[in-house]
Nanobody, 115 residues
Framework: QVQLVESGGGLVQAGGSLRLSCAASESILSFNVMGWYRQAPGKQRESVALITSGGDTNYADSVKGRFRISRDTAKNTVYLQMNSLKPEDSAVYYC?????????WGQGTQVTVSS
């Protein structure tokens, strides 16, 4: 059973920065895709940033130029650097890891951006 443990959420003022971490229980290169999703109250969960095993990245239009996904394969950890945060970025952020036929989620970490 793959385990994903997120950390780094918190309360920040608009314009500030946070870095989220997702530590995996096995090699992150074994996953086809890893990424970050978020879900705000009353809204559907949405993809924020993805990184493939080959290192290709993809971002939601709403975060392009502000967020950056990266990884440290030695630490089996994926990061999400979030800059220029906006109140609309407030949500629970979830780490996700995909194999071809299975998907795993972390427990989520709350990010709150005050105006």
């Amino acid at each position: 059973q793959v385990q994903l443990v997120e950390s780094g959420g918190g309360l920040v003022q608009a314009g500030g920065s946070l870095r989220l971490s997702c530590a995996a229980s096995e090699s992150i290169l074994s996953f086809n895709v890893m990424g970050w999703y978020r879900q705000a109250p009353g809204k559907q969960r949405e993809s924020v940033a993805l990184i493939t095993s080959g290192g290709d990245t993809n971002y939601a239009d709403s975060v392009k130029g502000r967020f950056r996904i990266s990884r440290d394969t030695a630490k089996n950890t994926v990061y999400l650097q979030m800059n220029s945060l906006k109140p609309e970025d407030s949500a629970v952020y979830y780490c996700n890891a995909k194999f071809p036929i299975s998907t795993y989620w972390g427990q989520g970490t709350q990010v709150t951006v005050s105006s």
